[in-house]
């Protein structure tokens, strides 16, 4: 999202014009005070932020009342960055369990940033598995900074090193499918050149060199729901716009 204040006009305009059942958000980049929570409130959402003074913050917006909260990912109580948030949809028997994710971009390689990356993976992995016991419909979604083939980045040769796409980074996310999860837009989508990202630099955006960094991973009792999953490309292009695009994705009730 890339600051939830600055960019609060194209998301109401997003959410007014498509009026989405729950929404998840990061990058949010404001302490829970800051966020705008009464101008959503007044479009019918329950808020439930985690913010952080100019970096990360993630949050969870539902029409739906919202119980059973946690506000960071399990694993390391030392870990004070705001980047995960969970909490269950009671939207009775199609009631479901999500979090909205912002994981670690994890550059440079070669520095302590690309360590705490992988470590943040392997936590949330760990909860991804303990998450299944429940046998309950999950999204995890969100920005997780992971690109997961050649086809999901336009130049592979080129960001084959990056943090974002390294086999080690390609392969933690892998071991979160392999643990029964669905990646909702792949499940439906085959073709490549399908991005959510594209950076504000060199007019990227009007060259389509993009990136798919933003996901949704389902678990088996969520996949059996699933409808549809599309990228909307169209706010990416708008004034001010975030340097993420919205994704969205459908489950039948």
């Not at 960019?7 to 958000?25: A, G, Q």
């Not at 993976?121 to 303990?130: P, Y």
């Not at 088996?220 to 001010?240: N, S, T, W």
Request: charged share 25%; hydrophobic share 40%; aromatic share 10%.
């Amino acid at each position: 999202m890339n600051s939830i204040r600055a960019r609060l006009p194209n998301v109401l305009e997003w959410v007014i014009e498509h009026s989405p059942d729950v929404l998840l958000l990061q990058e949010t980049k404001t302490i829970a005070p800051s966020f705008p929570a009464l101008e959503l409130e007044a479009l019918g959402y329950n808020c439930v932020i985690v913010g952080q003074k100019s970096y990360n913050g993630v949050a969870i917006l539902s029409k739906y009342p919202v119980q059973d909260i946690k506000e960071r990912l399990p694993g390391d109580d030392a870990d004070d960055q705001a980047r995960y948030v969970e909490a269950w949809i009671d939207a009775g028997k199609a009631g479901i369990r999500v979090a909205s994710v912002y994981l670690p971009n994890g550059n440079p390689v070669d520095s302590p940033k690309y360590e705490y990356k992988l470590s943040w993976m392997d936590r949330l992995q760990s909860h991804a598995e303990n998450l299944l016991k429940n046998e309950e419909a999950i999204v995890l979604g969100g920005d997780y900074n992971v690109i997961p083939a050649d086809e999901d980045v336009y130049d592979p040769v080129s960001w084959a090193d990056d943090a974002l796409c390294r086999q080690e980074t390609r392969a933690s996310f892998r071991a979160i499918l392999y643990l029964g999860y669905t990646e909702a837009f792949r499940a439906l989508n085959k073709e490549s050149s399908h991005y959510t990202f594209w950076d504000y630099k060199g007019r990227a955006f009007e060259a389509d060199r993009g990136l798919r960094i933003d996901h949704f991973l389902l678990s088996p009792q969520a996949a059996d729901r699933l409808k549809l999953c599309e990228i909307d490309v169209v706010p990416r292009g708008r004034p001010k716009a975030s340097d993420h695009t919205p994704v969205w994705c459908e489950l039948i009730s």
